[in-house]
């Protein structure tokens, strides 16, 4: 038989899971759930249950979570090197980017990024997963709604005045993260968490968004230790409008990582390097940096890649300099005809002040 599991539902150590049961297949059987972990699951064919007591994650033992993450900060440095915007949550240009703040007091602390100075400016802060289900039992999605709610509880007065935002950087699985963005864009086309809610009814929103909406309220409630129904809505409301979706892929084949490849050729450009080798080389100062909370701008990171590798990025709107062809300056402060000559090509005569070339 074989064990399907419908999108949304994710299986948690120890426990049973129900699942449609087609004959003529083997008592085990290996599933693939989500795209980053693949279960041994044994199966009872009498009883139709699915034991997932045994689940284990080569990617996520092997460290995926953390190649994803670095993966994502390298697509930021690019953007800021090219004078880039911000990949959600606004239209202002990148200007400084902070790995790992958890130290400087930001709960969405994998990826800070900067649109001015870091004292005075808007910033956003980028929480990373490789793979995330919105659901009300996954406890990394019930981790993020912690963090979510800490800020907007913590920091609300920069949330409020739009000062602060949250994102969100995964790369699946896609209809999940489709519909918990279409919540966020909903969430912020209202200011109150009553007329926000009164929308998730029969006949106004449909069951699976009406679904995915019950769910982000469970794991905030869950996430916040939250049990007023009121409460529990506006903190909802608060962390959705705030919150901005990038669904993102970060591997050498993907769309985010080809699309920077095309982009960083106008400033690789007589540089001394290549796009394709310019992102392995910050792929590399990204791992080195995080572990430091490393907080660093476009200028450092041109340094940085001209003294320990001799490559000299063009700087974004700034044309190079083009030198004049070295010549010959002559002032004529007489009546008569003057002539200069600085190649073989050919020679000006200066009469009365006035240039006749020949």
């Known amino acids: 038989m074989v064990g399907v599991l419908r999108e949304g539902v994710r299986p948690h150590h120890g426990e049973d899971l129900t699942f449609d049961e087609y004959p003529g297949t083997q008592l085990d059987s290996i599933l693939s759930v989500g795209s980053d972990t693949v279960a041994a699951i044994q199966i009872d064919c009498r009883a139709g249950v699915l034991m997932t007591d045994r689940f284990v994650s080569p990617l996520a033992s092997g460290g995926a979570g953390f190649e994803f993450e670095y993966g994502v900060a390298t697509l930021m440095f690019s953007r800021m090197l090219r004078g880039a915007h911000l990949p959600v949550g606004g239209e202002l240009r990148l200007s400084r980017i902070a790995l790992q703040q958890r130290n400087a007091g930001c709960p969405f602390d994998d990826i800070v990024a900067f649109t001015e100075s870091a004292e005075s400016g808007n910033c956003i802060q980028i929480q990373v997963k490789m793979n995330l289900w919105p659901t009300a039992r996954d406890p990394d999605f019930i981790e993020v709604m912690r963090a979510a709610s800490a800020v907007c509880r913590d920091r609300w007065p920069e949330v409020a005045d739009g000062s602060l935002r949250l994102g969100l950087a995964a790369s699946g699985p896609t209809a999940g993260l489709k519909s918990l963005a279409k919540l966020t864009k909903r969430a912020r086309a209202h200011t109150d968490s009553g007329s926000f809610a009164a929308l998730f009814q029969p006949m106004i929103t449909k069951a699976p968004l009406r679904d995915r909406y019950e769910h982000v309220k469970a794991a905030v409630a869950t996430a916040a230790a939250i049990t007023q129904i009121d409460e529990i809505e506006k903190r909802t409301h608060q962390i959705l409008a705030a919150l901005h979706i990038w669904e993102v892929g970060a591997d050498s084949d993907d769309r985010d990582w080809r699309t920077e490849l095309d982009a960083l050729q106008s400033i690789t450009a007589d540089s001394g390097t ?25 200028d450092h990171l041109r340094a940085v890649l001209r003294h320990a590798h001799d490559i000299r ?44 070339r020949f």
Do not use: C, W
Request: no cysteine; hydrophobic share 35%.
């Open 274 to 298: 290549t796009p394709a080798a310019l992102l392995r080389l910050l792929r590399g100062l990204a791992e080195n940096y995080g572990p430091h909370s490393g907080e660093i701008d476009a």
């Open 313 to 356: 990025l063009r700087v974004p709107g700034v044309v190079k300099d083009h030198h004049p062809v070295p010549g010959l300056v002559l002032h004529n402060n007489g009546s008569g005809p003057v002539y200069m000559s600085h190649n073989t090509a050919h020679r000006d005569q200066i009469f009365n002040g006035t240039i006749f």
